[in-house]
């Protein structure tokens, strides 16, 4: 964990930071609940285990800048100002759901908060953060976009090619890889040759690594990374050392032939994102162990009622279903046709 | 009325565009300096400069990805793909990406983005500089296609793609760039998803896209002068398509020929037919044809390329066997 000494000025941000770790896991906790107990529709990728990069990052961001996210996203919406109860609506296909149901884990977006959204291609965002950053500096605003991805997408072309025209223009983006040390269901050392940093670099990219489950140790280096985007100083590359606890989605269960039960039971035990920092805080006298306690018991029964809303929230009316195909066409599907 | 080619019309109606509204923006290969292989945009970057007319380098997944993430944030990108074949590259960006985020997010976020491109045969430029990809694109929900057959409809047809809010594809046919027709010198706007009725006709309708519009209007003529009266309907946007005003001139002629440069298998003629058949069959005198591009890779020789795409002559041949009644089925 980090060694910094807190700061009595920051006291808020500490409590915030934690709150939002908490709220991630309490949310995937409640997320992996729902897929065993086959209340929701089709599969979600876990993010338990990696809250300190969403959050060391997004705590970094304001509202206005935007973010990417991936398929492992509901970290990032949480982290970038997400409500639980249009997130469990969204998950379960529901009308009230971020995107009216249309989209589910895989793809929500909240645009109030700047995520624009998550994406089921992998690396398939890349060139939608970097566009966001062109947008930025086309229009003349300080906005900054970060773009999450995980190490599995270093693999795709694309992004090689956004990195250089953000590099040519001087893009205000800063390229996030969470490394978690796998790529689906392979270790990454098998998919990636030579240095994922030093991929970057060569495009004269200024780029860092970062122990991924510090969250202090995340949103310190994002601080200094953002305010020097906005400067016209990016783009920049960071990368994210941090674990995934459950496999590459929910229903990944047997997977002793890719990773060792010791190697997560060591992760989850030594490096835990949200242990570490409570500790931090009861130890820098920032909150006493009932205090975290009771923040502990209070996102857990938000994320109860949330998940109990959106249990019983309604479907979408079939009549949706040709709806958002088209901004200027209320259904987009002609009446009659044969179906 | 002035008359204009199809390359300045194109060019006009993009500067015309920017200085309306400052946030529409070009980016592609060479479309600063260069002005496009086609010369399309040339002197668009001395008014709008370096900022506004971006020169990429050759990535086309990266500009286009570029372009839908700029779009979702405020801006109206016009991205130039250099050939139409080269829309296998963007595939990704284009049809997962542009294409479904506004229905992926329940409407929250568009994609106000136009990618200009083009499609033709017959320029000696072989099996991946001259495909006519349209029907690719047209297959996907969310996209829209405008295939502009003159100097005006090209003109017409992007200034209206450029303020819609929606993902648009127009796809300009390459050897018509330097055709010139009249346009306007005042401001105009065509509408998409109303198909233009070029000639009135009362035996056959040829429903004729893009670059084939001329050729079904040199076959009218040609039947006219035999004594067939055609009707010639230029659909201008297959995304929306006007289905009314096809299914009328079915209804009236009774026999329909659909014409397009796409491969027939699979394709726009087909998807046309097939509507015609079913809202219209019982105002048949014949099946409705489809004549498309020859299912094969475009072949370079002159011996073998012009053959592959549907003719003035090859359409009246159908044409007169069609009102004849000789034709029940035709390769």
């Given at each position: 964990m980090s060694r910094a000494k807190a700061k009595k000025s920051n006291v808020d941000d500490y409590l915030r930071m934690y709150r939002q770790m908490a709220r991630i896991r309490a949310f995937e906790d409640n997320a992996n609940q729902l897929y065993l107990s086959a209340k929701m529709p089709g599969l979600t990728h876990m993010y338990s285990g990696e809250e300190a990069v969403a959050v060391g990052i997004c705590e970094a961001l304001r509202v206005t800048d935007k973010i990417t996210s991936t398929h492992r996203g509901h970290g990032h919406c949480v982290a970038k100002g997400a409500e639980f109860k249009e997130m469990f609506c969204e998950l379960l296909g529901k009308e009230e759901g971020y995107c009216r149901g249309k989209g589910g884990s895989m793809h929500i977006a909240d645009q109030s908060n700047g995520n624009l959204g998550a994406n089921a291609i992998v690396g398939g965002s890349m060139g939608i953060a970097t566009g966001s950053a062109f947008t930025a500096k086309l229009l003349g605003k300080d906005d900054v976009t970060v773009c999450f991805f995980g190490d599995g997408a270093t693999a795709q072309g694309l992004w090689y090619e956004v990195m250089n025209m953000a590099a040519l223009w001087k893009l205000p983006v800063i390229y996030a890889c969470e490394n978690n040390g796998y790529s689906e269901y392979t270790r990454t050392d098998e998919i990636a040759a030579g240095s994922i940093v030093a991929r970057a670099e060569a495009f004269g990219i200024e780029s860092h690594q970062v122990d991924g489950q510090d969250v202090l140790a995340v949103n310190a280096l994002t601080e200094k990374l953002v305010a020097r985007a906005r400067k016209g100083e990016g783009p920049f590359f960071v990368e994210l050392k941090t674990y995934r606890y459950h496999g590459h989605h929910v229903g990944d269960i047997n997977r002793d032939y890719y990773r060792s039960k010791d190697e997560e039971k060591d992760w989850k035990e030594n490096r835990d994102p949200i242990i570490r920092f409570r500790?931090?805080?009861?130890?820098?006298?920032?909150?006493?162990?009932?205090?975290?306690?009771?923040?502990?018991?209070?996102?857990?029964?938000?994320?109860?009622?949330?998940?109990d809303y959106a249990l019983a929230a309604k479907y979408p009316d079939s009549t949706e279903v040709d709806m958002h195909v088209y901004t200027d066409v209320k259904h987009a599907l002609a009446r009659g046709d044969a179906r | 009325m002035r008359e204009i080619t199809l390359s300045q019309a194109v060019n006009e109606a993009l500067a015309e565009e920017m200085r309306r509204d400052e946030t529409v923006f070009i980016i592609g290969e060479d479309v600063a300096e260069a002005g496009t292989p086609f010369k399309v945009l040339s002197g668009l970057v001395e008014e709008f400069g370096t900022a506004r007319v971006v020169d990429t380098p050759i990535a086309e997944p990266g500009f286009m990805g570029i372009a839908v993430g700029a779009a979702m944030t405020g801006t109206r990108p016009v991205v130039d793909l250099m050939f139409g074949d080269f829309i296998y590259l963007i595939m990704d960006q284009l049809c997962n990406q542009a294409a479904k985020t506004h229905y992926m997010s329940g409407g929250k976020?568009?994609?106000?983005?136009?990618?200009?491109?083009?499609?033709?045969?017959?320029?000696?430029?072989?099996?991946?500089?001259?495909?006519?990809?349209?029907?690719?694109?047209?297959?996907?929900?969310?996209?829209?296609?405008?295939?502009?057959?003159?100097?005006?409809?090209?003109?017409?047809?992007?200034?209206?793609?450029?303020?819609?809010?929606?993902?648009?594809?127009?796809?300009?046919?390459?050897?018509?760039?330097?055709?010139?027709?009249?346009?306007?010198?005042?401001?105009?706007?065509?509408?998409?998803?109303?198909?233009?009725?070029?000639?009135?006709?009362?035996?056959?309708?040829?429903?004729?896209?893009?670059?084939?519009?001329?050729?079904?209007?040199?076959?009218?003529?040609?039947?006219?002068?035999?004594?067939?009266?055609?009707?010639?309907?230029?659909?201008?946007?297959?995304?929306?398509?006007?289905?009314?005003?096809?299914?009328?001139?079915?209804?009236?002629?009774?026999?329909?020929?659909?014409?397009?440069?796409?491969?027939?298998?699979?394709?726009?003629t087909g998807e046309i037919a097939s509507r015609i058949n079913e809202k219209a069959f019982y105002h048949l005198d014949a099946p409705v044809l489809r004549m498309g591009a020859m299912d094969v890779p475009v072949p370079f020789s002159p011996a073998l390329e012009d053959i592959t795409v549907p003719t003035p002559e090859s359409v009246v041949e159908n044409a007169r066997r069609l009102v004849h009644g000789e034709m029940i089925h035709a390769a």
């Open positions: 500790s931090w805080l009861v130890e820098q006298g920032i909150a006493n162990e009932a205090e975290i306690d009771a923040m502990n018991a209070e996102i857990a029964d938000d994320a109860k009622a949330a998940v | 976020l568009s994609v106000p983005l136009v990618l200009r491109t083009n499609l033709g045969a017959t320029r000696r430029s072989a099996a991946q500089h001259s495909q006519s990809l349209h029907a690719l694109v047209a297959h996907i929900p969310g996209l829209k296609v405008a295939l502009p057959s003159s100097a005006y409809e090209a003109k017409g047809l992007m200034k209206t793609a450029i303020r819609d809010d929606n993902p648009v594809v127009i796809f300009e046919d390459k050897l018509m760039y330097q055709d010139k027709a009249p346009v306007p010198e005042e401001e105009y706007l065509i509408p998409f998803g109303e198909a233009n009725v070029l000639r009135e006709g009362s035996d056959i309708t040829l429903i004729g896209t893009s670059s084939m519009v001329q050729v079904c209007q040199k076959a009218a003529e040609i039947l006219g002068s035999e004594g067939i009266s055609a009707e010639v309907i230029d659909p201008r946007t297959i995304v929306p398509l006007d289905e009314e005003t096809l299914l009328a001139s079915a209804r009236k002629t009774s026999r329909v020929i659909v014409v397009d440069e796409g491969h027939q298998s699979f394709g726009v």
